[in-house]
């Protein structure tokens, strides 16, 4: 695959980046410091990043469909959002739509009473996605 290059943290939020001193432009526009650094990391050789799903689609857009977009913070439908430190999260269906080349999933099915089951619904989400619709 290559060295990804990792954009903004999927815990991270608009306050968090503001409170680190950066400038307006990219603390209100979060998306916008995601495409600096990823055309930063397409530019020194790496193949792809990792990028919340809620900016993979104007990843793709900028930097084109062969770059690599890795996303975490992926909460299925079935689970109760906002119940730990993940800020910026969407769903399987949503971040493969957008154009995420791969997902991670991590709490939801660690976290699941029975984790094969959670595997199951994740995949049956992922089965039922319109990806032309």
């Known amino acids: 695959m290559g060295v990804l290059g990792v954009t903004v943290l999927t815990s991270v ?6 409170a ?4 307006d432009e990219f603390s209100s526009d979060m998306k916008s410091l995601v495409v600096k650094r990823a055309m930063t990391a397409k530019d020194a050789g790496c193949t792809g990043i990792v990028c919340s799903g809620l900016e993979v ?3 793709k857009e900028k930097l084109g469909k062969d ?4 996303t975490p913070g992926i909460r299925p439908l079935w689970e109760a959002h906002g119940q730990d ?10 971040a493969i739509k957008s154009g995420s ?3 991670v999933i991590g709490r939801p099915i660690r976290d699941a009473k029975d984790p094969i089951e959670a595997a199951k619904r994740v995949a049956k989400e992922i089965e039922a996605i319109d990806l032309y619709g």
Request: no cysteine; net charge positive; hydrophobic share 35%.
């Open 13 to 18: 939020s608009k306050d968090d980046i503001r």
């Open 20 to 23: 680190s001193g950066f400038k």
């Open 57 to 59: 689609k104007l990843i």
């Open 67 to 70: 770059f690599i977009a890795v």
């Open 85 to 94: 430190d993940q800020k910026r999260v969407t769903t399987p269906a949503k």
């Open 101 to 103: 080349d791969y997902i």
